[in-house]
């Protein structure tokens, strides 16, 4: 089993929320920092948030910041991504990682998340 698998992408209208989950297997999920990032065909990779290992210290990219929260829940080994307000450039594959920021050694395959009206 692959160590991280997105799941929760879809279509949704601008304005619309989207709750994207990972489900970590393979190593100590609650001893590691964990990573939201987000890549468009073309584009750079883009950071879009990380979180401390006790999930008590967040942080956001300026994009991001007020529409989407983080979160962890350690028992399941999952990560969260609440995704609110969200904007047509919000759409591209999320992945989660584990790392701080792009200082990640683990990536999963991505979940897509579609802003269309």
């Known amino acids: 089993q692959a160590p991280l698998v997105e799941s929760g992408g879809g279509v949704v209208q601008p304005g619309g929320s989207l709750r994207l989950s990972c489900a970590a297997s393979?190593?100590?999920?609650?001893?590691?920092?964990m990573t939201w990032v987000r890549q468009v065909p073309g584009k750079a990779l883009e950071w879009v948030s990380s979180?401390?290992?006790?999930?008590?210290?967040?942080a956001y990219a300026d994009s991001v910041k007020g529409r989407f929260t983080i979160s962890r829940d350690n028992a399941k080994n999952t990560l969260y991504l609440q995704m609110n307000s969200l904007k047509f450039d919000d759409t591209a594959v999320y992945h989660c990682?584990?790392?701080?920021?792009?200082?990640?050694?683990?990536r999963g395959q991505g979940t897509q998340v579609t802003v269309s009206s």
């Open positions: 990682a584990r790392g701080y920021k792009l200082a990640y050694d683990v």
């Open positions: 979180i401390s290992s006790d999930g008590r210290i967040p």
């Open positions: 393979g190593f100590t999920f609650s001893e590691n920092v």
